[in-house]
Every structure is written in structure tokens, then in C-alpha cells.
Nanobody
Framework: QVQLVESGGGLVQPGGSLRLSCAAS????????LGWYRQAPGKQRELVAT???????NYTDSAKGRFTISRDIAKKAVYLQMNSLKPEDTAVYYC?????????WGQGTQVTVSS
């Protein structure tokens, strides 16, 4: 059974930083695309960043230059380092692991950027 557990969310002031973590179990980590998505109140879930099995990264425009996605294959973990946070980054952040046949989601972690 595949499980994804996010952590690291919280309340941070504008300009601050947070590091989100996602621990995966029940899946071979080397051959999947890893991703972080977010959903703000009243909005659709949107892509934040992805990391392919080959190491290629992709970021939504608003995250470029501020966020970094990374992984630790041995630990089966994926991370999202978020710097220079803005109030518009406030959302529930979800970890995603996608193989060729299925996509898995974590339960989400709340990130609130407010003074």
C-alpha cells in the first residue's frame, strides 16, 4: 500500500522560508515523477514543482527562483524548499508521486504566509 505523508507546513511571515517534506512508502522511488501541488481556498489544485526520475525539474512561474524541489531516493523522501514566501503562497500543499500507471497523493500540509 502506497502512503505519502507530508510535514513541515505552518505559519510564516512574508519573506520567510519553509521546507516541506514528504515521506513515501510502498513504492519504488527511483522510477517515478515526484511533485508538489497546492490548493488555495476557492481555487483549483495547481502544480508547483515536479522532479522526474531523470532529475529534470519544472516549476510554475510563480515558484521559479524561490522554490526548490529535491529528493532523497534512499530515504524515499521528496522536499520543497520555499524561500521568499508571499501571502499568495498560502495554500494546502500536496505531495504527488506518479508512475506510468497511477498517481498517488498525500493528505496535504497547510502553509500560511501572513504577518
Amino acid at each position: 500500500q502506497v502512503q505519502l505523508v507530508e510535514s513541515g507546513g505552518g505559519l510564516v511571515q512574508p519573506g520567510g522560508s519553509l521546507r516541506l517534506s514528504c515521506a513515501a512508502s510502498g513504492i519504488i522511488f527511483s522510477f517515478v515523477t515526484l511533485g508538489w501541488y497546492r490548493q488555495a481556498p476557492g481555487k483549483q489544485r495547481e502544480l508547483v514543482a515536479t522532479l522526474t526520475s531523470g532529475g529534470s525539474t519544472n516549476y510554475t512561474d510563480s515558484a521559479k527562483g524561490r522554490f526548490t524541489i529535491s529528493r532523497d531516493i534512499a530515504k524515499k523522501a521528496v522536499y520543497l524548499q520555499m524561500n521568499s514566501l508571499k501571502p499568495e503562497d498560502t495554500a494546502v500543499y500536496y505531495c504527488n508521486v506518479a508512475s506510468t500507471v497511477r498517481s498517488y497523493w498525500g493528505q496535504g500540509t497547510q502553509v500560511t504566509v501572513s504577518s
